[in-house]
C-alpha cells in the first residue's frame, strides 16, 4: 500500500514543471529594452483545465503581467516571454557567463545594461560581447512526457505484480 502515495509524490513532483533552455540571438535582446520589474503586477488566472468524473475544473496560477509584452523570438523562431520570474543568462562571446533574475533592463547605445535581483549587481556590456541569451521557460511537453512515463511504469509494474500473483496461485 506504500506504492500509491510514492507514485502520487513521483506525479507531483512531475507536475511542479519540468523545464527547458531556450536560446536567444542577441538581436533579439533589444526587445527587453524598458522592463522594470516595478513595472509589473501579479494576476490570479486560470492556466490549465483539470478534467475528472465529476466534471472540469480551472486551474488557477498567479501570473506576472507586465507593462507591455517583453517578447523575444527563439534560435527556433519560438515567441518566447520575458518577466520577473525569467532567469536571462547571457552567454558571452569569450565564454564567461553573467545573468539571473533582473530588476531592470536597457538596451541602448550598442550596450546591454542591467540589475540583478538580490546581488543588485549593475552591469552594462557591448551587445557584441554576447554570443546570445539563455532562457529556462516551462515544457508542457516535457512535463506531459514525465507524467506519461511515470503513469506507464507504474501500470507495467502493476500488471507485472498481479500476473506475478496469479501464477503463484494458479501453481499452489
Known amino acids: 500500500?506504500?506504492?500509491?502515495?510514492?507514485?502520487?509524490?513521483?506525479?507531483?513532483?512531475?507536475a511542479g514543471g519540468c523545464t527547458?533552455?531556450?536560446?536567444?540571438?542577441?538581436?533579439?535582446?533589444?526587445?527587453?529594452?524598458?522592463?522594470?520589474?516595478?513595472?509589473?503586477?501579479?494576476?490570479?488566472?486560470?492556466?490549465?483545465?483539470?478534467?475528472?468524473?465529476y466534471g472540469t475544473t480551472p486551474i488557477v496560477g498567479n501570473v506576472p503581467i507586465t507593462d507591455r509584452p517583453y517578447r523575444m523570438l527563439t534560435m527556433e523562431g519560438q515567441p518566447v516571454d520575458f518577466n520577473s520570474r525569467t532567469p536571462l543568462v547571457l552567454r558571452m562571446t569569450d565564454g564567461g557567463l553573467t545573468g539571473g533574475h533582473f530588476e531592470h533592463i536597457d538596451v541602448r547605445d550598442?550596450?546591454?545594461?542591467?540589475?540583478?535581483?538580490?546581488?543588485?549587481?549593475?552591469?552594462?556590456?557591448?551587445?557584441?560581447?554576447?554570443?546570445?541569451?539563455?532562457?529556462?521557460?516551462?515544457?508542457?511537453?516535457?512535463?506531459?512526457?514525465v507524467l506519461l512515463g511515470i503513469a506507464g511504469g507504474v501500470l507495467l509494474l502493476t500488471t507485472a505484480v498481479t500476473v506475478g500473483v496469479v501464477v503463484s496461485l494458479h501453481h499452489n
Open 110 to 145: 550598442g550596450a546591454f545594461a542591467g540589475r540583478t535581483l538580490g546581488d543588485q549587481q549593475d552591469f552594462r556590456v557591448p551587445l557584441t560581447a554576447i554570443r546570445q541569451g539563455e532562457m529556462e521557460v516551462y515544457s508542457r511537453g516535457r512535463t506531459l512526457g
Open 1 to 14: 500500500m506504500r506504492t500509491l502515495p510514492c507514485v502520487v509524490v513521483l506525479l507531483c513532483l512531475a
Open 20 to 53: 527547458k533552455t531556450v536560446y536567444i540571438p542577441t538581436r533579439e535582446l533589444v526587445h527587453l529594452d524598458g522592463y522594470d520589474i516595478h513595472n509589473e503586477r501579479s494576476v490570479d488566472m486560470v492556466v490549465g483545465y483539470s478534467t475528472n468524473r
